[in-house]
């Protein structure tokens, strides 16, 4: 059983606010226009410049090479249906990148998935502080194949145990029970789960998930919200690309 949130700090996560951002003319084509040299794209929420979304950084759980070209940012809400559709077709697409793109997911619970979105994504930081990003990925994508979605959370005979959130944590490499049991419940953890929901609201997140690409060479973002096809995402990917500085020939 998972002890309720501070009323006080659950309140105040509740209030937050993520209004849709406002639409501005994309560099990139909208669903159903050519893009030259990639397929048709066909997201349903179309590419927008994404000028306010920040890099990669100390705090972020970075999946792939962290010297990338490009950086995939994610926003994820673990209670999200269109999340658990999306699954971890990040870290596919990372994975077949040849080492010029990398993933970064940023959790956004949003207030009406109540409990069970803040508490797995309060856990979902307590792994990456044990294991590492690579229990961080781990834990979020087994968390999004076997939770019910819209605040329902995980059954407890899916997580394999009394509280299954924090079997899923152990068996994503977060060993320490004691320790993941005072982080999920420290109001520090929930202050680090609403600071990264802000920031995509500043950002420009209309929801979850929401995409970004930024070209980490240039500093040009594109984003789109919803659970956009991954083929959509290698054509923004491949365009963004091609904006990469070249470097000045020797001596000049």
């Known amino acids: 059983m998972i002890r309720p949130l501070p009323a006080s700090l659950f309140a105040a996560a509740l209030a937050l606010a993520f209004p849709a951002a406002a639409m501005a003319t994309p560099a990139m084509p909208l669903p159903g226009q050519s893009n030259g040299a990639e397929d048709t794209v066909r997201g349903e929420g179309g590419w927008r410049p994404g000028n306010l979304v920040a890099p990669a950084g100390k705090s972020d759980r970075i999946y792939g090479p962290a010297d990338a070209d490009l950086t995939l940012i994610v926003w994820i809400d673990p209670e999200c249906p269109y999340c658990k559709v999306f699954g971890n077709t990040g870290e596919r697409l990372v994975d077949a990148a040849e080492g010029r793109l990398n993933l970064v997911v940023r959790l956004l619970p949003l207030p009406f998935h109540g409990e069970p979105a803040m508490a ?21 994508d087994a968390y999004l194949a076997m939770t019910a979605t819209n605040g329902r959370g995980i059954p407890a005979r899916a997580g394999g145990g009394a509280d299954p959130v924090l079997s899923l944590a152990v068996a994503s490499g977060a060993s320490d029970t004691a320790l993941l049991r005072n982080c999920r419940r420290s109001g520090e953890t929930l202050r ?7 920031a995509g609201e500043a950002a420009g997140v209309g929801g979850t998930p929401s ?18 096809p991954e083929e959509d995402i290698k054509a923004a990917v491949n365009w963004l690309a091609a904006r990469t500085p070249k470097a000045a020939p020797a001596g000049t």
């Open 211 to 228: 995409i970004a690409i930024r070209n980490n060479r240039s500093g040009d973002s594109l984003m789109a919200d919803g659970a956009i």
């Open 120 to 140: 797995a994504s309060a856990m979902a930081l307590c792994v990456a502080d044990q294991s590492g990003a690579e229990g961080f990925y781990r834990f979020l």
């Open 192 to 198: 680090r789960v609403m600071a990264e929901g802000a």
